[in-house]
């Protein structure tokens, strides 16, 4: 998930080299909207807090979410549950920590620079041939 705080020149790069060298699905939040160009193969569309949509249904059945640059000043892209139903991974990329609250409590955090930290995530997944699908 590409969220407000990837905006910025390096994490642009880096993150289109993520998607485009692993082949790994995306999608946006409002304001992450435009990091990588919509016409993007890999591109799943914008996070809203609809329900049934294409969009929510990949999420609802991804092992892992990576959420690059996530702001809590946007709606959330997705619910997270503190009981049994949480099956997946969520991992918090971004300059600060997370700001945890009833729905967004990731499991992961990297806190730093986001464009190194995408740096490597691509380059262990490459070395690990790891594949993705929907």
Sequence with gaps: MIGAGANRQR?????????DETGIYFFTTQMGKGVIDERHPQYLGCAALSSEDYLNAAVGVADVIINVGHDTVEKPPFFMYSDAKEERTVIHLNFYPALVDN???????????????IWQFKEFLIAENLHFDV
Excluded: H, K, L, T
């Excluded at 994490?11 to 998607?19: C, G, K, L």
């Excluded at 990731?106 to 190194?116: F, L, S, T, Y």
């Design 11 to 19: 994490s642009i790069r880096a993150i289109r080299q993520f998607v």
């Design 103 to 117: 729905v967004y409590f990731p499991q992961v955090e990297v806190v730093g620079d986001i464009a190194n930290a």
